[in-house]
């Protein structure tokens, strides 16, 4: 009921919020073969600031018990701080495990929080999207993880069979970018790949599938 009544709000707000200070620290553990530097979110409100991070700490549990198992040879974990205003906080967490040959395996993790509650906002806070939707997205430019337009002839031949990612990070003017990892969309030298919706585009999607 929260996510549904919120949307028309939440993308009001991303559109026109102002830019907070900074509020996003760095934490740093390491063992020998794993270097993790995480994100520490900080509100004014207690009870919100360790909804989040406990949240946030559940990816980095994962890797550790992954880790003391040895599932991986080795491995680390970083973070991008993509967007931040008044009310939302959308990082990006990469989980990278090395387990031999030529290149190891990351992992494309977004997370958003509504810095109000603390709550973990699933991309149907924002846009209301579905598989039917395929050809709308895959119309949209595809970009590589350092922000180049992929061409045609870059990406996978069945890229648009693709189910439509709810893996996201927001950008800001109330932009959205669907997040997918590599070999997804296009080849492994990519990186991560993904699709930028703007206002309008949300708009619509959501108006189209309510």
Known sequence: ????????????????????????????????????????VYTDN????????????????????????????????????????????????????????????????GLTYYKKTGQALPLPFFAKLRPADSA???GLPIYSANGDKLS?????SNYADTPISGNYFLQGGGKISLIYQPYDLAAYAAGMTYITMDAQFIDYMNRKNQ
Request: proline share 2%; aromatic share 16%.
């Open 1 to 40: 009921m929260f996510i549904k009544k919120g949307i028309l709000t939440a993308c009001a707000l991303l559109a026109f919020s102002a830019s907070a200070f900074a509020s996003v620290g760095t934490g740093h553990d390491e063992q020998i073969n794993y270097q993790m530097d995480y994100p520490i």
């Open 46 to 109: 207690e009870a919100v600031q360790d909804a989040i991070n406990k949240d946030i700490y559940r990816y980095l549990a994962d890797f550790r018990s992954a880790y003391q198992a040895g599932s991986f040879i080795s491995g680390s974990i970083s973070y991008a701080l993509k967007y931040e205003d008044d009310n939302f906080v959308s990082l990006l967490l990469t989980d990278y495990r090395y387990n031999g040959g030529a290149h190891g395996t990351p992992n494309y993790i």
């Open 136 to 138: 709308y997205i895959y």
């Open 152 to 156: 045609e002839s870059e990406l996978n």
